[in-house]
T-cell receptor, first 112, second 114 residues
Framework: GEDVEQSLFLSVREGDSSVINCTYT??????LYWYKQEPGAGLQLLTY?????DMKQDQRLTVLLNKKDKHLSLRIADTQTGDSAIYFC????????????FGSGTRLSIRP | DAGVIQSPRHEVTEMGQEVTLRCKPI?????LFWYRQTMMQGLELLVY????????DSGMPKDRFSAKMPNASFSTLKIQPSEPRDSAVYFC????????????FGSGTRLTVV
């Protein structure tokens, strides 16, 4: 199947770490992506990881990939109010590299 | 680069009217995608083009929707006749060949059909 699954909501206290999880079904996935959508805006590419990597770090963002379990996570350290958004997990596949499959998105809300 | 440009940003129309949404992809991007986003259905792929040719339009209701890409720098998504259930945000995105770079999305067109 073509499923990329995420939980719909996550609430985190300001200053804590946020961890957004994603599972995918196709073992031929090549690149995996995290997109951020702020209110009233389009999706913005946050970061991506190639499938032969386990981890990628970029400032406050850490992406972890467990290829055996087909599990991807995005950790945001020191979560700020500006991190409030919908986060989409997505994958592209060797068989159709230009067609990216998106998850349903996780809405991250920050509480004081 | 100005990014992917969509117009209009907002459109309010009456049921039964024709609506045309427009998109200018990033220069040099071979692929162009049209998505629809609603609260209920999330992000749905309607149609995508490679080098101006339709590759997959299986997500598009063909009785009322049509998509065209007359040249490499312009695409339209037309709805005729529009219905209230078409109310959504429509996004255009583009990417170079290979797609490994991810998509660049436009800011979207918010369509309201009353």
């Amino acid at each position: 199947g073509e499923d990329v699954e995420q939980s719909l909501f996550l609430s985190v206290r300001e200053g804590d770490s946020s961890v957004i999880n994603c599972t995918y079904t196709d073992s031929s996935s090549t690149y995996l992506y995290w997109y951020k959508q702020e209110p009233g805006a389009g999706l913005q590419l946050l970061t991506y990881i190639f499938s032969n990597m386990d981890m990628k770090q970029d400032q406050r963002l850490t992406v972890l990939l467990n290829k055996k379990d087909k599990h991807l996570s995005l950790r945001i350290a020191d979560t700020q109010t500006g991190d409030s958004a919908i986060y989409f997990c997505a994958e592209s596949r060797y068989s159709s590299a230009s067609k990216i499959i998106f998850g349903s998105g996780t809405r991250l809300s920050i509480r004081p | 680069d100005a990014g992917v440009i969509q117009s209009p940003r907002h459109e309010v129309t009456e049921m039964g009217q024709e609506v045309t949404l427009r998109c200018k992809p990033i220069s040099g991007h071979d692929y162009l995608f049209w998505y629809r986003q609603t609260m209920m259905q999330g992000l749905e792929l309607l149609v995508y083009f490679n080098n101006k040719a339709v590759m997959d339009d299986s997500g598009m209701p063909k009785d009322r929707f049509s998509a065209k890409m007359p040249n490499a720098s312009f695409s339209t998504l037309k709805i005729q006749p529009s219905e209230p259930r078409d109310s959504a945000v429509y996004f255009c995105a583009s990417t170079p060949s290979g797609g490994y770079y991810g998509y660049t999305f436009g800011s979207g067109t918010r369509l309201t059909v009353v």
